[in-house]
């Protein structure tokens, strides 16, 4: 689990390749991102870059602007 603060949302990600956003304030879920069908391994948020970094079990690395 990532927490972004200047969004105040929680991210999950799965083995299903998506990554989950929860509002939080009440944990809701907002959105559901789907990367691929490869399973998330780590994810880390970069507040200088404004940016979400995701690994997979494909060794590959996806990147997301978490200002859109």
């Given at each position: ?5 200047p ?6 990600c ?26 998330i ?28």
């Open positions: 689990m990532t927490y972004l603060p969004l105040d949302k929680y991210v999950t799965g083995r299903d390749g998506a990554f989950r956003v929860w509002a939080g304030k009440d944990l809701q879920h907002c959105r559901t991102v789907a990367t691929g069908s490869s399973w391994t780590d994810a880390v948020y970069l507040p200088a870059a404004g940016r979400m970094v995701l690994a997979g079990m494909d060794n590959a690395l996806s990147y997301y602007d978490v200002t859109r």
